[in-house]
């Protein structure tokens, strides 16, 4: 996996790569070298970079006040600024949010399911 973060002194930055509009909030996997999120709300009057934060914050288990768009604002590529995390801590919770959100949906194969006749 590539490294998707960089450890700064004002804190942790995290690239994220979004995907507006997607209909449910969810971490999908990587992009890249960005974290992959899906958002529900539409890229208008910031409220899906408003829906980015309120992700992070809930699957890092981060209050959203300690979460801050460095750079993206207006685009998809975000860089986003983590304060008062451990630098381990949030490696290893990194590593469990991408290895979960990059497998299929439980009940899913991604074939249909075949009744029997």
Do not use: C
Not at 52 to 68: C, D, Q
Not at 69 to 94: M, P, Q, Y
Not at 99 to 115: I, K
Request: without cysteine.
């Amino acid at each position: 996996m590539p490294a998707l973060f960089d450890a700064a002194r004002e804190g942790i930055v995290l690239r994220v790569h979004v995907q507006p509009a997607a209909g449910r909030d969810a971490v999908v996997g990587t992009h890249g070298d960005a974290l992959k999120v899906k958002v529900a709300p539409a890229p208008e009057s910031g409220r899906a970079n408003e829906a980015v934060l309120s992700l992070l914050g809930k699957v890092f288990g981060v209050p959203v006040s300690s979460l801050e768009i460095t750079s993206g604002r207006t685009g998809r590529s975000k860089r986003v600024r983590f304060s008062g995390i451990d630098e381990a801590r949030f490696a290893a919770r990194l590593q469990a949010v991408v290895a979960a959100g990059s497998r299929p949906p439980a009940g899913r194969s991604g074939r249909a399911a075949r009744r029997p006749r």
